[in-house]
């Protein structure tokens, strides 16, 4: 991903993005149906019950006053691609109340309507992630507490949203408050699993007799490095060579390829990783 949004702009394209997407799955799916998942969007839905203001309304005047304590106390550094992205998805969520109020959910399905209501958002979030931002809100809450407090963090943002949704037991009913609950431990999770995907590589563990063509390969058309280091095999005490090397998916499948035609008995260890830190991975 980095290779295809590298830059300045790059970045601010992706966030972009993931924002807009984000948007659209809050929009369309939770605020409908009042899931209250906690964090800003969350508290939202909850007051918008009790306030006589819309669920975009709400939502814009908080982030955007959290975004106002974020530059006071954080000073301007605090974050601009996230300062970008929650003004983007307060601003977007306004607009589209006023171009498409939607005063029911799209289904009769609230199951359903939940799976996306916790998907869209959670793969725009985790695109946020991996390059350094995200949409505010509770974020900027969580950065203001590791600066002058010693509360744990995680902790107190988990509880927080435990109240947002237990509120929605009372303020909705128990479907209501059931969901929201389901979509609080599944949304997590769900970033968890996208993220890990989106950096799955596979590692390599190449045990063979000759690693000069295997490497060549790697280096010359795969435009990847390894590293060779000398082997003993422990049955016949064979000199072997062990050949590592870290690939995206599309290369692992090439040089799985390459090492069947040119060592077909070469012993090939591949494994699943997606924390990978170094050149051509994760800075």
Known sequence: MDTVFHGKWGKFCLITISTVIMTIGIYFFRFPNNFSFGGITGLAVVLAKVLPFSVATINFVISNLLLIVGFIFLGNGFGVMTAYSSILLSVGLSVLEKVYPIAAPLTDQPLLELCYAIAVPAFASAL??????????????????????????????????????????????????????????????????????????????????????ICDFIVNKLHRSATVAQAQGAYLHGKKFIVFTALKRPQAVALRRYVKQVEPHAFVLITNTSEIIGKGFQA
């Open 128 to 213: 946020l992630f991996e390059i350094g931002a995200s949409s505010g809100g509770t974020d900027i809450i969580a950065l203001l507490m590791k600066k002058y407090t010693n509360i744990n963090i995680g902790m107190s943002l988990m509880l927080s949203d435990l109240v947002i949704v237990a509120a929605s037991f009372f303020v909705f009913d128990i479907q209501t408050g059931l969901f929201s609950l389901i979509g609080l431990g599944a949304k997590s999770l769900v970033i968890d699993n996208v993220i890990e995907s989106i950096n799955l590589a596979k590692y390599f563990n190449i045990i063979c007799d000759n690693p000069e063509p």
